[in-house]
């Protein structure tokens, strides 16, 4: 190509026309990477913020800057070469790159001081709990059932706790149920636990090892109350159950090495006497 014909298709780049990357394709690739299948928690909300239009103008203006500095090495009369035996040439200022946070789960470590939690007081569920002061607190909007709710961790029939501006979001919810009559706290744990038929593992995307997984329980006290906590780490969730007054509270928190953080949630828990 020589310098006539550089200068004939950056008049025809640079007349009158877009300016800018069109918008499908940016959103090509965007659907691309959307393809792509991620590592994720099992059981877990996540919120995906599509591509801001800050990052779109950077992604568009960079693509006009490659555009505009191969046609000046053209247009300056000489051609790329490869760079042997010596240094190549200074590389153009270019704007700084945008690297997107990295989400870290060592991010809530530093919430488990609830010096400065704020307190918040379920509607419907007889108890009192502090969180995080970033953190929002939604009441349930209906009361669990077993039937409906057992295997939904977002379900609206849990009071939740969330901080909406995370970027490595961690969920924790907490409702009641009453226990039926006859039927030990053993026995419900059980028929909360019991095996998912292979339509609901498929409606809920989970691999084998979570539908087998055991989890590991140890006895933990809240406000003075008996109960048991559930940790399974192949569905990256762990779950908190205290007996009373013929009753069961369960606390969780859906993501990975969180129970720390469940505990801490745990230890602000104040039950009010159950009525009606």
């Known amino acids: 190509m020589n310098r006539s014909e550089v200068e004939l298709v950056l008049d025809r780049y640079l007349s009158d026309g877009p300016e800018r990357v069109p918008d499908r394709v940016i959103d090509a690739a965007l659907d691309t990477i959307d393809d792509t299948q991620q590592r994720r928690a099992m059981r877990v909300p996540w919120r995906f913020n599509d591509m801001g239009s800050t990052l779109k103008v950077a992604v568009a203006g960079a693509a006009i800057v490659a555009v505009l500095a191969v046609g000046a090495v053209y247009l300056g009369g000489s051609k790329p070469t490869a760079n042997v035996g010596g240094p190549g040439p200074t590389p153009s200022p270019s704007a700084p790159s945008i690297t997107p946070e990295s989400p870290s789960p060592s991010a809530s470590i530093a919430l488990t001081d609830t010096s400065n939690w704020v307190s918040f007081r379920s509607p419907r569920y ?33 009071d939740h706790f969330i901080d909406p501006n995370a ?110």
């Open 167 to 276: 970027g490595y979001q961690i969920l924790v919810t907490a409702w009641m149920a009453e226990v039926p009559s006859g039927m030990s706290d053993d026995e419900w744990i059980a028929a909360y636990y019991k095996k998912l038929t292979p339509e609901q593992a498929t409606a809920l995307d989970l691999p084998q090892e979570c539908i087998d997984a055991t989890p590991v329980v140890q006895p933990i006290t809240v406000d003075r109350h008996r109960g048991d906590l559930y940790v399974s780490d192949p569905c990256s969730d762990a779950q908190a159950f205290v007996f009373y007054g013929g009753h069961v509270h369960v606390f969780a928190v859906w993501r990975d090495g969180q129970t720390e953080l469940l505990q801490s949630f745990l230890s602000t828990v104040r039950f009010r006497p159950v009525r009606g």
């Open 126 to 158: 007889w108890y009192d709990i502090a969180h995080p002061q970033s953190w929002t607190a939604t009441p349930a909007d209906r009361d669990w059932t077993m039937q409906t709710d057992r295997i939904d961790n977002i379900t609206s029939a849990a």
